[in-house]
């Protein structure tokens, strides 16, 4: 069935640092891939997306990568600030429209220290 | 726009009651999702509807769970009887079944039963 593997499971890093989360999908019908930012007692808040017919998205400090052909995909955070310490979750779908339904990855906890 | 609301933000139940968590939409999104959080199992998707019409129930647990959605701005999901092992966080997710339109999440359920 569709999974989607998410690494690392943690990660600290200093502020001003870049920050990198890489997920892999196993469904080749994926289309779409957001990511979710999610901070303590909040729901997940969409944060960047990417289609599979686009290789690179940025949008200020974060920027996504994919790979269609080795089915990976990565979140890319430039100078990391305190505030940016938060679960990231990857996600994919397919689907005409992005209809299909959002299989997600197992999270990221990001840490950014002072 | 207030977003996602569910209700109630938290609840404590003993094992074998009726649990009822509720959901409202964003108006005029089309497709409604709820997802179990646990720190074991991540986000997990339990059933989706599109246009008030569920599409995919395999991430029902169990029978003890069932879904509803009567009309385009309510949703509920039932739990009878409650165990522990059901206890997690609950997020109602909607969007609108379109290209570029996101997941927009709730601020969840957290649901504990003792």
């Known amino acids: 069935g569709e999974n989607v593997e998410q690494h690392p499971s943690t990660l600290s890093v200093q502020e001003g640092d870049s920050a990198v989360i890489k997920c892999t999908y196993s469904d080749s019908a994926s289309n779409y891939f957001p990511w979710y930012k999610q901070e303590l007692g909040k729901g997940p808040q969409l944060i960047i997306d990417?289609?599979?017919?686009?290789g690179e998205k940025k949008d200020q400090r974060i920027a996504v990568t994919l790979n269609k052909t080795a089915k990976h995909f990565s979140l890319h955070i430039t100078e990391t600030q305190p505030e940016d310490s938060a679960v990231y979750f990857c996600a994919a779908s397919r689907g005409r429209s992005n209809t299909g339904k959002l299989i997600f990855g197992q999270g990221t906890t990001l840490q950014v220290k002072p | 726009d207030a977003g996602v609301i569910q209700s109630p933000r938290h609840e404590v139940t003993e094992m074998g009651q009726e649990v009822t968590l509720r959901c409202k939409p964003i108006s005029g999104h089309n497709s409604l999702f709820w997802y179990r959080q646990t720190m074991m199992r991540g986000l997990e998707l339990l059933i989706y509807?599109?246009?008030?019409?569920?599409?995919?129930d395999s991430g029902m647990p169990e029978d003890r769970f069932s879904a509803k959605m009567p009309n385009a701005s309510f949703s509920t999901l039932k739990i009878q009887p409650s165990e522990p092992r059901d206890s997690a966080v609950y997020f109602c997710?909607?969007?609108?079944?379109?290209?570029?339109?996101?997941?927009?999440f709730g601020s969840g359920t957290r649901l504990t039963v003792v």
């Open positions: 509807f599109n246009n008030n019409v569920p599409i995919d």
């Open positions: 997710a909607s969007r609108l079944r379109r290209v570029g339109h996101g997941y927009t």
């Open positions: 990417i289609r599979s017919n686009v």
